[in-house]
């Protein structure tokens, strides 16, 4: 369509866009249809990473790779096959497999990036976020929102590896990121059961009157498995006893937010955990923005552009930008979610399609 | 000082002053003092009620007032010796003790004016809001936000008294009331440990997909005193340990909040919960607008424009706009707090004054 | 309604409300249905003062009581026929003529109360906000939101006449009141055309960029009639050329806003310019809060309750909360509105019911 | 620094690095120090562009390429030498010049994509927004926000020339544009002075009745010169008799705004105003996040990064992402602006550091 009324191909229109080039310009409509398609054509594409080809490359690098100030973090991007292998997960995310051996700690830092962690196995490492010493325990969301210094160390025997989610693409592209180097060892190495953030703030409906001032990012540092667990149980228990509770037939879900604000826990970055029963099938739905889901239990499948994904523990998949999608759950089918939607919608470019549904 | 350019007193002034009436005019110039004070010079003035003199007129009512359709509830308005002898405990407040016999039901209807109960003893009363039945205890903080239909019973062979916090005075005083009469009887008798509400939403920085869309008020029926203690524990653990936490030394607090928004529970009145260490006393602070407290437990005192109150379970007392106050704790001092803040601050009226400090 | 479960009167009854008397109780099952009625019945009626009355009683006034420290102002407030002789005009609201002889100055203060004034005719006054000099002319709407200083001065030889408007009552009513004295005579008596607030503010869709921090309150001081009257104007052409413009059909009207956020230009207080064109009607509506119009030219009616009004330059009218109330245009018909409407929505009371339409 | 603990290089770790890739992954720990520098390190350049130059080629593309169904628009892009040839004038911004020549007219059509005109130059082109005809004069900023059919007529037998700004780029990376096509001919080739958006909004704090629901992006289609010129006028005026309204000495601005919110005029564009008064210079400012300027009258110099160029009327300059600028004004100076400022200070990653001051 775009070429529909291309110029004829003369001496004179060469000269000219020879000229554009020497001076630094470029046609529109030369490019038009590509540039400004009629619905989002990501050049991500949709793709799944098995958490059992993940563990093993991370084990790998455990033995061959440092951890320390430098390279920071012993993390592996996940990189979109369509994404000209760039550590980007999508056009705006950043996904990695984070591993961390016995007794290791990665240095103490800070960047405007905003970032999370999501354990889907495992144990025995502190995120020490300004100072709060956070556990990490399977089934945990635990964040670290632009600018806080943090680090981690290992108090185990065991290695562990977790889920690290950061804006990284996005802030790379638009040019916002500042980074600073803290301490060498993390400042606390204290191992208390529930940080201060959780002391604080984990209390459903109640707010300090010490914090009455609203944060740009959740002041929670983990938000708990236990927690999370209960809250999808009573979605389908109440769904159940006629209620209503869940987003569809069979597929409770609960969104982490902000508790100053009842939003998204970060500027860039939302995080949804999804229940599916067992046989149960979501309505298609394509958005615009991108998502990234790990499997935290249970078999079942993705579909993706039309496109059938067996899904197993541990497993993460990517949908990019206007790509249909709907989850099917073999046996009982837990999901944590993150994408960029909280950047689309505050730039008002959100809207959904839901092709089919109950 | 409203006086000082009084005109003198003639004849063609005093027709004057008559046309006026005739005109239904009210010049400023004779009035301005008293309209225009140079700070609030409320006429509701500083009360305290005693438990000890309330419960026994309660019970007594108990005896002698039936509770049905037309009464409608069995509640007992705190009159501010300030106003005239109205129901009004500030001019923007409501407080009343309840009072259920066993085996009774208060009816359902609905109003626009907003309304919570605070349970200070005693349970086995569920309140039934917009059909979902909402157990009542000891501590519980349980709300019903403008136009839900609720009704009450008790399921013991005991009586049960609480308060009740509503904006009626305002409502009345700014003509903005609807009321409408529901069943005779609540529409469900059952009695679960949790209402739905809470079993929605009592998961601490989680939000039901099912559940996006902000309300005014609050969705949350009952806000436990388990998470209430526990938030409360928190903050002085956290103070001993050197961390910020409590308002100011030996003060812990929590306001009870929308999880929507992170804001107040209903648009017109903000409750929170404070909690004094043995020995601990509060800043003495001025504050525009009107609040109440309730002794929860403990032993202490209230000291309002610089008379002192002593203070024991149950005791509540009212303390007008700007006039000074402060707390002093003999005994461990849990106080549960509600206000018209709200309108204040969204008024943009707000002022504080810390006379003193920690 | 609330008589029908009275409980027999009975010596014990009597004696439990003699109790109550004697500990500041009221109880609610006698006084239900005037405290809660089935929608706003308010004390405060419809009433129109004829300016043909307030006038001479200003002029009166301004030969028999001078304006000066303490008095402060020459101004003779409507007093609502319903609210037993207070100078309110309603609950909330406080309306009233004020009169400025030749040369005369008002001095200086300030007070949390928001007030503004509008012109039905005359000018020659400057009214002086925070050192600002601000010109007075027939149409002209200006602002002085609470807490800033200010005072007026008659520069001409002629008296000069206008109505205030100001949320007096509320403010009383809920004790959020502070005064504060300033000059005796205003700091400034330059009489520019136009004042700094509208050199730096009225421009339309433009924002300095020296005062991009919003504002409570509208920072611009006089929004002129010139303007006022094209926007009406424009709204009226466009709808003969068949564009959405108007609120119905020949109704043209705009609200008066503070440009930091679009929204009511004081925390309290709406205004509004309406215009009718010849021979239109507006729809029968009911609304939750109190409206004053002032008609600015032209005849019509106004019927409230029912009751029809015949109307002329200068008079006039409070619509109570909920009264049923249209316009009638026998003439091209202009009114000048002012209402509590933002208290009203800030709290979530607001409802309104169109009765009829267009 | 990202290097300083890099493994050594061993066959196992070459086979690590094999089976990262060939698993679509790639490590953090190559790569860290470019992600994430320490601040902002734009691939994007400071460039000027020669109004001088782009002229003449936007002529001779109107000899030479048809405007019409396919292509669209005869616009040409401005490619950031440091962007690799892609026409965007900085990571999340397009600017290009657009011709038109007599009686032409680029056809009707609409996109998620949010967009503006400039005149630096000319008159004679209407541009059609949802139907509404409006004229583009010199000076004139004209909005087209997303999903608002629009298309272009030149009445005169003179070409036309202007610049657009859209976030195509941000768009295309992030995948959130739709397009649609709409009629081959504008619908509507009347030419009236006033556009109707203008006729209902363009009164300066007046809001009309029937357009109380506040809007994504600004509902007035042009914002004229003249009103722009006359709000800076005042402000150098205001400054020189002593009054706070320019940003620094000698430097009046105006943002261009939404008057439904007193925000920017579309989610992710901020379009602003700057006048110098001959000889001023400004501080010299770093801010998160990229600018584009154009002169628009005058003669002056910027200063990108320390090297100054030289600027005259028309040309166009770009400041991307943290790089220090500051104007120097050699005659009185007037510079059209716009950035992605909505987008970084929506996700909260907005800095700015001034440098120097007045």
Known sequence: ?????????????????????????????????????????????PHVWRWADLFPLAQASGDLVPVGRGGERRAIGLANPGLGGEAYVSPTLWCAIQYLGPKETAPEHRHSQNAFRFVVEGEGVWTVVNGDPVRMSRGDFL?????????????????????DGLDIPFSYQNDVGFFEFGSERVT??????????????????????????????????????????RALT??????????????????????????TTGGDVMPTIRAEFHRLR??????????????????????????????THKLEKGDIFVVPS?????????TPFDLFRFSDAPIIERLNFDRTLVEGGD
Chains 1, 2, 3, 4 share one sequence.
């Open 1 to 45: 369509m775009a070429n529909a009324m291309q110029p004829d191909d003369t001496p004179a229109l060469r000269k000219l866009y020879a000229d554009f080039k020497d001076q630094h310009l470029n046609p529109l409509w030369t490019q038009l249809g590509d540039l400004m398609p009629r619905h989002p054509r990501p050049k991500a594409v």
């Open 143 to 163: 964040l670290t929102p632009g600018w806080n210094f943090h680090g981690h160390h290992n108090e185990t025997d065991q290695p562990m590896a977790w889920i």
């Open 188 to 229: 606390d190495y204290a191992t208390p059961r529930f940080s201060r953030s959780e002391r604080l703030w984990c209390h459903p409906g109640l707010r300090p009157l010490s914090g009455l001032q609203n944060t740009v990012s959740s002041p929670i540092g983990a938000y708990r498995w236990e927690y999370t667990d």
């Open 234 to 259: 009573e979605q389908l228990l109440l769904e159940e006893e006629g209620q209503p509770a869940t987003v569809e037939q069979g597929h409770a879900a609960i969104r982490y937010v902000n508790p």
């Open 278 to 307: 067992q046989g149960a099938e979501t309505a298609v739905r394509r958005e615009v923005g991108s998502s990234v889901f790990q499997v935290f239990e249970g078999r079942g499948a993705v579909v993706m552009g039309g496109v």
């Open 322 to 330: 206007w790509v249909a999608w709907s989850l099917q759950a073999e």
